[in-house]
């Protein structure tokens, strides 16, 4: 029992009345409480009970954030407290810390990675930021073990500085990794260049090599010897960006068995058109008449340039396709009088001028040694004869390099 003393009596009161005074003296101020604002940049964002309130919002606001960023934070802004403010709304703690979220941007002390002098991705600290370059390096690298890393880089000019940064830009490790490598916007902003290194044993393929038989009728083969594969060993450098391969050089190589060619013997034997037997060159054509005497070569003369070959003969004496082909050309062609022009494929051509006459038309398909018209002086011509010209890529060339 607690005793008061007044000038006339003394009066004793309980506890339990000490209690209830109590209660109602905090009723008493806390409806007597003035309110206070929220300020950001001088600008009142928010209107609360108390100071102690206001105070109390702003503190555990930043304390949030911190939590979020892991490391210190403070505001952008200037956030600070009115009081005794007159104030026709009073907002609860909750919508004023929604208010404050609004209005206010909370930073931190990080860290940017910088691409080509343009900040790309923010992170709490350097370290953070540094292991995020690392982890995305590795990301890149082949899980081979046959493979050795030789070196891996970025492309583009890639530095880590300290750099305020908004908590909400913030990137933990993996959302970092994802952000370098584009996976949102499908662009990387970083491409990671490995260069490895890989040393393998390779099967090497048999070459086949055919070689002309005079035994043989043309079109027949015979095989006179197998091919066997070999084997090298073989060290190469690959360069791979962002995982996919785009360089790749050979840097050394080992014969571990030599390949052993195949040779093919191919007829080269043909019956022409005249009953007469002829042979087929290296160069896969036949001689394209009878006769054998050559009247003026290929190259330059007195009359010019001349770009085929005349072969001398008589009227009438056959004249055959040197090759299997199909007729571009059969008539008449100015100077070169009757004229036959054969297509061999891959830009290889024949002309046959000057002919008596002609047996096949364009369009037909001919086989070496079928007779296609025979000799004779037809256009500018001075005498019976075969002007034979073989013609490459649109160019003409030597024919005795082609039939003799």
């Known amino acids: 029992m607690e005793e008061i003393k007044s000038p006339r009596k003394t009066v004793m009161l309980s506890g339990g ?5 109590a209660m109602i003296m905090a009723l008493v101020m806390a ?48 956030v600070t407290v009115a009081a005794d403010i007159k104030a026709d709304t009073v907002v609860s703690y909750e919508e004023a810390m929604q208010l404050l979220a609004e209005a206010a941007t909370p930073v931190t002390d990080g860290a940017a990675i910088v691409v080509n002098g343009k900040p790309v991705v923010y992170m709490g600290s350097t370290e ?30 890639v530095i880590v500085e300290p750099a305020e940064a908004k908590v909400a830009e913030l990137c933990d490790l993996n959302e970092a990794k994802l952000a370098l490598k584009g996976i949102d916007t499908g662009v990387a902003p970083i491409s990671v260049i490995v260069v490895l290194e890989k040393t393998r044993t390779e099967e090497v393929p048999f070459k086949t ?30 360069v791979q960006t962002n995982g996919v391969e785009t360089a790749r ?13 195949a040779i093919v013997m191919q007829g080269a034997q043909v019956q022409t058109s005249s009953r007469s037997t002829t042979y087929v060159t290296e160069a896969g054509m036949i001689w394209p008449t009878t006769a054998k005497r050559i009247s003026s070569y290929y190259g330059t003369r007195s009359r010019g340039y001349h770009t085929g070959l005349d072969i001398d003969g ?8 040197a090759k299997d082909g199909t007729v571009l050309e059969a008539g008449y062609n100015g100077s070169y009088g009757n004229d036959i022009v054969i297509s061999h494929g891959d830009g290889l051509k024949t002309r046959y001028s000057h002919l008596k006459s002609i047996s096949v038309s364009a369009g037909d398909k001919v086989t070496i040694g079928q007779q296609i018209g025979t000799e004779g002086s037809t256009g500018n011509s001075t005498g019976a004869h075969l002007h034979f010209e073989v013609i490459v890529n649109g160019d003409s060339v030597n024919p005795l390099n082609y039939i003799k």
């Open 128 to 157: 953070l930021a540094n292991n995020a370059l690392q982890y995305l390096k590795r990301s890149y690298l082949p899980n081979d073990s046959t493979m050795t890393v030789l070196d891996a880089k970025f492309a583009e000019e």
């Open 17 to 21: 009345v000490l209690v209830a005074l």
């Open 209 to 238: 090599v055919y070689k002309n038989s005079n035994k043989l009728r043309y079109g027949v083969t015979e095989t006179k010897q197998q091919g066997v594969n070999g084997s090298r060993e073989v060290t190469l450098q690959l």
């Open 314 to 321: 008589n009227s009438g004496d056959p004249v055959w396709a």
């Open 249 to 261: 050089y050979e840097m050394k190589s080992t014969t571990l068995v030599e390949a052993v060619d």
């Open 31 to 78: 409806f007597s409480a003035t309110p206070a604002g929220i300020m950001v940049d001088n600008r009142q964002i928010a209107a609360v009970k108390s100071e102690a309130q206001a105070e109390a919002v702003i503190a555990d606001f930043l304390a949030e954030q911190k939590t979020l960023a892991d490391s210190e934070v403070y505001f952008a802004e200037n």
